[in-house]
T-cell receptor, first 115, second 110 residues
Framework: DTAVSQTPKYLVTQMGNDKSIKCEQNLGHDTMYWYKQDSKKFLKIMFSYNNKELIINETVPNRFSPKSPDKAHLNLHINSLELGDSAVYFC??????????????FGPGTRLTVL | GEDVEQSLFLSVREGDSSVINCTYTDSSSTYLYWYKQEPGAGLQLLTYIFSNMDMKQDQRLTVLLNKKDKHLSLRIADTQTGDSAIYFCAEKRTTDKLIFGTGTRLQVFP
């Protein structure tokens, strides 16, 4: 059974479109995250949710809107896609984000390509 | 700034030891981590160290922490071809968010 799953694995779309990436974790964790990894492999946190509540919101464009319908799901909706949004987006989860040694489990990533 | 720095590449021969270095910036970081990313996959936690420790050993992995210099290293003993991957250090700040390093691509050749 996959612990953290993301769909789709690949997403190719035109500039200006709106798209969503879905994430689900079956680990019973309280905290979920979205990270962006650019072409140079630099990984940066975008959002963090704990029990459906937004905890961390980095300075990302407001075209990016996370939605957490329940604590097992954290979806990422992106409006008006731009070329610079092309990246690999990783979802992750942890038992309790505030606990220091808390391991984050990562999904396999969604490679978004904006043409 | 927020930068956590790592050297970009490391190439070693199979059976040798690998040492991957990381320099972080926030002296109040509570935990420091090493993650491994294989091609086309997500990140996998290898090990972590609490900031009041200076060394941790876990099988082939040894983590050294120099808190004064804000320097973290990961030593992999008897490096194997399966160890080829990108290795990320990360620091956990008091804001509870992880700041990842720039990543080191380790290549192991026979």
């Amino acid at each position: 059974d996959t612990a953290v799953s993301q769909t789709p694995k690949y997403l190719v779309t035109q500039m200006g479109n709106d798209k969503s990436i879905k994430c689900e974790q079956n680990l019973g964790h309280d905290t979920m995250y979205w990270y962006k990894q650019d072409s140079k492999k630099f990984l940066k946190i975008m959002f963090s949710y704990n029990n459906k509540e937004l905890i961390i919101n980095e300075t990302v464009p407001n075209r990016f809107s996370p939605k957490s319908p329940d604590k097992a799901h954290l979806n990422l909706h992106i409006n008006s896609l731009e070329l610079g949004d092309s990246a690999v987006y990783f979802c992750a989860s942890s038992q309790d984000g505030a606990s220091g040694s808390d391991e984050q489990f990562f999904g396999p990533g969604t490679r978004l390509t904006v043409l | 700034g927020e930068d956590v720095e790592q050297s970009l590449f490391l190439s070693v021969r199979e059976g040798d030891s690998s040492v991957i270095n990381c320099t972080y910036t926030d002296s109040s970081s509570t935990y420091l981590y090493w993650y491994k990313q294989e091609p086309g996959a997500g990140l996998q936690l290898l090990t972590y160290i609490f900031s009041n420790m200076d060394m941790k050993q876990d099988q082939r992995l040894t983590v050294l922490l120099n808190k004064k210099d804000k320097h973290l290293s990961l030593r992999i003993a008897d490096t194997q071809t399966g160890d080829s991957a990108i290795y990320f250090c990360a620091e956990k700040r008091t804001t509870d968010k992880l700041i990842f390093g720039t990543g080191t691509r380790l290549q192991v050749f026979p």
